[in-house]
């Protein structure tokens, strides 16, 4: 995981002011990734369709890093990861990597919602984590064993 420092000043200026333009962008590029991946047809998706998500995801990790939201960073990250890799189609899509795409918005979403005090506990990405990080090809372990560390901690995911 990517140690991002966590201080809300940075170079002297105390950058907390800026979490609620933050907090609104990234709930709005999340709600239209969303969007964009419920409405994707995943047999004839184009480069620019899978670019439109990537996007999405982009501009919350730069934020996420900006000010200090570790796990937020490494989410948007690995998902970035798998989404470079379809829309440079080094991968063949799948509902299975849609739906886990689908996870990762609904985890962020819990994550942001924590940094705004909304949310108690912090939600366990782990096993989202390791899903993204295998369909895109980075893990050592095989898909099936992705797939049994997703239906094992009861998230479901892939498969």
């Given at each position: 995981?990517?140690?991002?420092?966590?201080?809300?000043?940075?170079?002297?200026?105390?950058?907390?002011?800026?979490?609620?333009?933050?907090?609104?962008?990234?709930?709005?590029?999340?709600?239209?990734?969303?969007?964009?991946?419920?409405?994707?047809?995943?047999?004839?998706?184009?480069?620019?369709?899978?670019?439109?998500?990537?996007?999405?995801?982009?501009?919350?990790?730069?934020?996420?890093?900006?000010?200090g939201f570790a796990d937020?960073?490494?989410?948007?990250?690995?998902?970035?990861?798998?989404?470079?890799?379809?829309?440079?189609?080094?991968?063949?899509?799948?509902?299975?990597?849609?739906?886990?795409?689908?996870?990762?918005?609904?985890?962020?979403?819990?994550?942001?919602?924590?940094?705004?005090?909304?949310?108690?506990?912090?939600?366990?990405?782990?096993?989202?984590?390791?899903?993204?990080?295998?369909?895109?090809?980075?893990?050592?372990?095989?898909?099936?064993?992705?797939?049994?560390?997703?239906?094992?901690?009861?998230?479901?995911?892939?498969?």
């Amino acid at each position: 995981m990517s140690r991002i420092a966590a201080s809300p000043l940075a170079a002297g200026i105390d950058l907390t002011q800026f979490h609620p333009g933050f907090f609104d962008e990234a709930a709005d590029n999340l709600q239209h990734m969303e969007q964009l991946l419920l409405h994707t047809d995943i047999e004839s998706a184009d480069d620019e369709s899978w670019n439109a998500v990537f996007r999405c995801v982009h501009s919350v990790k730069g934020g996420a890093a900006s000010f200090g939201f570790a796990d937020v960073a490494e989410l948007t990250h690995q998902t970035e990861t798998l989404l470079d890799r379809l829309r440079r189609r080094e991968l063949a899509a799948s509902a299975d990597m849609v739906e886990l795409l689908l996870q990762a918005v609904d985890t962020l979403q819990l994550q942001l919602a924590r940094h705004q005090g909304q949310a108690v506990a912090a939600p366990d990405a782990t096993a989202l984590l390791a899903g993204l990080r295998g369909l895109a090809g980075q893990g050592v372990e095989s898909r099936h064993g992705v797939e049994s560390r997703f239906r094992d901690s009861g998230r479901g995911g892939p498969g």
